[in-house]
């Protein structure tokens, strides 16, 4: 089974909309973490934004959130008032312990839209 | 700079062919990962290094893939015999901490290319 779930292979977005990329992720353990990174053309990994599993409140980070239902094990990112630069790529995460194991998703192509 | 960097760039190759690709990391940071990804996918789990010892080496396909990191720092990742398959951009990350909270900061790539 897949640990992480995008399954959107491709967004657009109007400019200063806001958008949401979808996550599922599957894990047994009670203890993890939720990531999001976006990859310009560039090739560059950025982090984004993190969920802790025993965070009770969602993430944020400017004018990124992180939409996260723990029951529902989904960790949506929401991307605020879209700008031409967040046009890249975008993959959920997973970290889990004790092996520290790293998951990726697949990604999601995003276009913003002028 | 601060970051995390990756030699060389680019790396072309023909079949069968010796590699390293070497990884230095954030100054300090105790563990480091490598992951591979292919055109279109995400980045793939190889091996995680606590310090020197690779503390989870899982990831990697075959007995043709080695990586080292001797001194706790620089890491080294080395392809015996490669494949065209081999063919990808490898992403080594650091972090301060291995805990679940800790984000990996990302080097920006070696391109692999098997002929």
């Known amino acids: 089974a897949q640990k992480i779930t995008q399954t959107q292979p491709g967004m657009f977005v109007q400019e200063k909309e806001a958008v949401t990329l979808d996550c599922t992720y599957d894990?047994?353990?009670?203890?993890?973490?939720l990531f999001w990174y976006k990859q310009p053309s560039s090739g560059e990994m950025i982090f984004l934004i993190y969920?802790?599993?025993?965070?009770?409140q969602n993430a944020t980070e400017g004018r990124y959130s992180l939409n996260f239902q723990k029951a529902r094990k989904s960790a949506n990112l929401v991307i605020s008032a879209s700008q031409l630069g967040d046009s890249a790529m975008y993959f959920c995460?997973?970290?889990?312990?004790?092996?520290?194991?790293?998951?990726f998703g697949t990604g999601t192509s995003l276009t913003v839209i002028p | 700079g601060a970051g995390v960097s990756q030699t060389p760039s680019n790396k072309v190759t023909e079949k069968g062919k010796y590699v390293e690709l070497r990884c230095d990391p954030i100054?300090?940071?105790?563990?480091l990962y490598w992951y591979r990804q292919s055109l279109g996918q995400g980045p793939e789990f190889l091996i995680y290094f606590q310090g020197t010892g690779a503390a989870d080496d899982s990831g990697l396909p075959n007995d043709r893939f080695f990586a080292v990191r001797p001194e706790g720092s620089v890491s080294t990742l080395k392809i015996q015999r490669t494949e065209r398959g081999d063919s990808a951009v490898y992403l080594c990350?650091?972090?301060?901490?291995?805990?679940?909270?800790?984000?990996?900061?990302f080097g920006p790539g070696t391109r692999l290319t098997v002929l």
């Open positions: 990350a650091s972090s301060s901490l291995a805990g679940v909270g800790n984000e990996q900061f």
């Open positions: 969920q802790g599993s025993y965070d009770e």
């Open positions: 100054s300090g940071h105790t563990a």
């Open positions: 995460a997973m970290r889990e312990g004790p092996r520290n194991q790293f998951y």
């Open positions: 894990t047994s353990d009670q203890s993890y973490g």
